[in-house]
C-alpha cells in the first residue's frame, strides 16, 4: 500500500516539474513579441524555471497536492488547486523580482508571471481532474458486465444524486440507476449524471413498466410517511422491491452511501417530517454540563444517552438496574465517542440511600430521568413493583434533585397516564404529579414530557409482530378498531431534549403526534413489507381486549388547557392535580406501605380515589404478551 501510494505522488510530482517546464515556456512563447527568436530570451526562461522547480514542488505539497486521492476529487479540490498555485505564482513573482535586481535579466516582463499563473491553473487542474474522469471510466468499464439490476430512485436532489453516482462509481455494484422519478416540476426530463427525470411520483407505476425496473430506491431521507407509503403500495402492485434511505434523525453522520441503504421497515411508513431541533437552546442547556440519566440501559435512556452525548456535556453519568444493559451501552458510547466521560453506575432507584451516594459523588447538573417498569402486563400482573419501582423510585430521584440543587430535571412519561386503566398507567400519573408538585414547591425546572407508543423500542408491538410473522403466524391483535399514537425512538428523544431545554418548571411537554393509527393496520402493513400477504400467507386472530387496556389513548385530560410554544411540534399543557404538597405526600406514602405489605386490591382502590378519572381493574391477567 505505501509503495502504490508512494509511487502515486512520484507520479504527480513528475508530471508537475514536466508541466512548470511547459507553462512557462508557454508563458514565453504567447509574450514575446512578434519576430523576436525565444533564444534571446534564454536567460531569463531558464531563471524563471529554475526558480519555479524549486518553488511550485514545495508549494503544491504544502497545501496538500500530493496527499490528495485526485480520483474522487470534488469543488473543494478546485478551491485548493486555485489557491496552491495562485501562492506559488506570488512566491514565484517575488523570487524572480528579486533575481532581476541580481542578474542582468534583459526585458523580463512581469506579465509572464500572469500568463503562466492562468496556464498553470488549467494545467495543475487539468492534470488531477483527468485522475478522476480515468478512474470513473475504469470503473464504468470494469463494472459494466455485473450491472443487472435496474433501479428506479424515488427523489433526484442530493440524496439521490449522491446514490446514483455511488452506483456508478461502485465496481461491486450490481446496480443500475435507470431512472429518476421526482415532483419538482424544474427538474422534469433532466439528467443527473446521465440519468434522467422520467416522471413524477404520480407517474411511478408507469415508469416502472416502461423501464423495466428491477427495484425502487427511496432517496429522500426527510420523505413524509404518505410519499413512503405511496411508493410501498405501487411496488406491492409491481411485485417488486423497494428500500429507503434513513431519516434525517439516522443520518448523524450525515454522509449519505448506497451501502447504508435498507429494507423498508414499519417506521419509514409512521415517519412524518423531520422535526425542526432549536440546536442553539439544547447546546446550551446540555453542553459542558454534568448529565445523568437513570434507564440509560433501556431503549429510549440508550438513545438519549447518543444524542446528549454530541452535545459534549463535562460528564454523562449512566444509571441503571441492569448491569448488562448498562455495560452494552457504555461499550457503544465509549466507541462513538472515545473523548467523553462516561461514568456507569448499578443502581435501584427505590434505594435513596444509593441515590444519595451517587449524587453526592458526580454531583449532576442535569437529570434525565427514564427509568420504569413500563410493560403493563407485567405490572397488572405485580402491582407492588408498579408503585415501588415508578413511584417510589420517582420520589426518590426528585428528593435527591431538591437536596443537591439540581438545575433540570425531565420525567419521561406515557399517555396511558391519562385516564388510566392500568397500573402502569397510573403508576406514571403519580411519577409525574411528584414531579410538578416538586416544580411547583421548589421553582426548579423539573418537567414532565408524554408522549405515545415508541417503535423499536425493547418490547414494542412491531418486535412482536416480527416474531409472530418469523415463526409463521398467526399475528394476534385484541381488537379491529384499537387504535394508539405512534412515534419512532429518535423522534421521543428529541422532545425530551428540546422540553429539557424549554423547562421552566411545573410543565407537560406533548408532542403533537397527528391522528392514531389503528393496530390492525399497523399489522398489516408489517406483514406485507415482509413479502406476505395478510389472512392469506399470515393469518390475523383477534384476541379481545384484556385487563388493563383501551381502545384509543389520550395525550392530556379532557377539558384540559394547552399553549403552543416555541416548537411547532410541541405543545404545553397547564394541569391542576388534585392532589400536591402534603396530602400528595400522604397519598404515595400509603401507597408504598400497600406495597411492601403485598395488598394488591388496596393499591387499586387508593389509585382510583386519587388518579384523575382513573378505572383500574383489580382483574390481573395470565396472558403476559405485549398490550398496547
Known sequence: ???????????????????????????????????????????????????????????????????RL????????????GLAVTTASIVLGVGMTILSMILPLRDYSRSVLFIDWAISVLAVGGFRFSMRLFSESHSKVQARPTRN????????????ALVVREMQRNPNSTLHPAGFVDDDPAKQHQEIHGVRVAGT???????????????VIIAIPSAPGQVVRKVAEVCRGQNIPF??????????????????????????????????????????SLGNRRVLITGAGGSIGRELCRQVARWQPSQLILLGHGENSIFES?????????????????????????????????????????????????????IEEAITNNILGTRNVVGAAQAFDIERLVMISTDKAISPTSVYGASKRLGEMIVLDSARRTGKAFSVVRFGNVLGSRGSVVLLFRRQIDSGGPVTVTHPEMERYFMTIPEAVHLVLQASAMGEGGEVFVLNMGEQIRILDLARDLIRLSGLEPDKDIEIVFTGIRPGEKLSEALWDEGADYQPTGHPDILRLNEDELLDGPALDQAVDDLIKSAQRGDPEGIILQINAIVPNSAVSSAQTADFTLLM
Open 330 to 382: 457504555l461499550l457503544e458510547l465509549e466507541q462513538s465517542f472515545p473523548e467523553l466521560s462516561i461514568f456507569p453506575v448499578i443502581a435501584d432507584i427505590r434505594d435513596a440511600n444509593r441515590l444519595e451516594q451517587v449524587f453526592r459523588k458526580f454531583k449532576p447538573q442535569v437529570i434525565f430521568h427514564a427509568a420504569a417498569h413500563k410493560h403493563l402486563p407485567l405490572m397488572q400482573a405485580n
Open 201 to 215: 411520483l404520480n407517474d411511478l407505476e408507469k415508469v416502472i413498466g416502461a423501464k423495466n425496473i428491477d427495484e
Open 1 to 67: 500500500m505505501k509503495s502504490h501510494l508512494l509511487l502515486r505522488n512520484r507520479t504527480m510530482l513528475l508530471g508537475d516539474l514536466f508541466l512548470i517546464i511547459v507553462c512557462i515556456l508557454g508563458s514565453f512563447v504567447l509574450r514575446v513579441p512578434l519576430g523576436a527568436r525565444l533564444y534571446d530570451f534564454r536567460f531569463q526562461i531558464l531563471s524563471m524555471i529554475g526558480l519555479a522547480l524549486l518553488i511550485k514542488p514545495l508549494v503544491y505539497y504544502f497545501f496538500g497536492l500530493y496527499r
Open 149 to 160: 439490476r435496474r433501479v428506479l430512485v424515488v427523489g433526484a436532489g442530493e440524496a439521490g
Open 70 to 81: 485526485w480520483a474522487y476529487a470534488s469543488v473543494q479540490e478546485v478551491k485548493q488547486i
Open 243 to 284: 428500500r429507503t434511505m434513513p431519516s434525517i434523525h439516522e443520518l448523524i453522520g450525515g454522509k449519505v452511501s448506497v451501502n447504508r441503504l435498507r429494507e423498508v421497515e414499519i417506521t419509514d411508513l409512521l415517519r412524518r417530517s423531520s422535526a425542526h431541533i432549536d440546536m442553539a437552546l439544547i447546546g446550551q
